[in-house]
């Protein structure tokens, strides 16, 4: 991803949050040329069993997804090819009427993060309770951040039945790139008034990015 010296996250907390926070991603594939590139939607986690800090640019990192093993995505997922998840956050329209002054060009703000890395199959002898183990973790992470703290138990032999078509995995990152486009590039009365709009706008995404904008340095 191309992201200009301005737009650049403040810091590697940027990225991870947004990937908390955001945690349906497109992984990304290249296939053949008659079939491929592969793209699908799919919620992801970091690994739980990931112990310390994030590095900086989340090398070393580890998360956990799965898809429908129907998913003609999951036959060219080969272990140890790499792949693409990406990750979109708080984004908003910029209309020119902000600005104040013409000419003028409307905009787009938005916050964007990609992670390269590798992937593995959970595909060993034992992966039915590995892969089970990767649906638990992905229910608790989300029941604790998003949802209502629903008690799964009760629902474990469902998910025991539907295991066959799962195809979960491991995506440890390589590197990452994050783009905060955040009206950098304007002065700071502007980018004030930008923010100002969208925090008073009833789009919540507007509200979001309005919310970055004040944590700029």
């Given at each position: 991803m191309f992201?200009?010296?301005?737009?650049?996250?403040?810091?590697?907390?940027?990225?991870?949050?947004?990937?908390?926070?955001n945690p349906l991603?497109?992984?990304?594939?290249?296939?053949?040329?008659?079939?491929g590139p592969f793209a699908t939607h799919l919620p992801?986690?970091?690994d739980p069993e990931m112990t310390g800090d994030w590095a900086e640019d989340l090398s070393g990192a580890v998360l956990l997804g799965h898809m429908n093993r129907n998913n003609p995505h999951w036959a060219?997922?080969?272990?140890?090819?790499?792949?693409?998840?990406?990750?979109?956050?708080?984004?908003?329209?910029?209309?020119?009427?902000?600005y104040g002054k013409t000419p003028a060009a409307p905009t787009w703000n938005f916050t964007s993060v990609h992670l390269r890395g590798t992937i593995e199959k959970i595909d060993s002898p034992k992966s039915s309770e590995e892969s089970l183990e990767v649906v638990k973790a992905t229910v608790r992470a989300f029941e604790a951040d998003f949802g209502d703290r629903w008690d799964m138990t009760e629902s474990i032999d469902y998910f025991r039945q539907i295991l066959p078509e799962v195809g979960a995995f491991r995506f440890t990152v390589s590197g990452a790139d994050g783009m905060f486009k955040l009206s950098q590039e304007q002065r700071p009365e502007v980018r004030e008034r930008v923010r100002v709009s969208f925090s008073g706008r009833d789009c919540?995404?507007?509200?979001?990015?309005?919310?970055?904008?004040?944590?700029?340095?």
């Open positions: 992201v200009p010296p301005f737009y650049k996250e403040p810091s590697g907390s940027w990225m991870v949050d947004l990937i908390r926070n991603a497109l992984l990304v594939h290249n296939g053949s040329d008659a079939a992801v986690i970091p060219v997922v080969e272990k140890g090819g790499t792949g693409l998840l990406t990750f979109t956050g708080p984004h908003g329209y910029v209309s020119p009427t902000v919540a995404r507007h509200r979001a990015t309005a919310s970055l904008m004040a944590q700029l340095p």
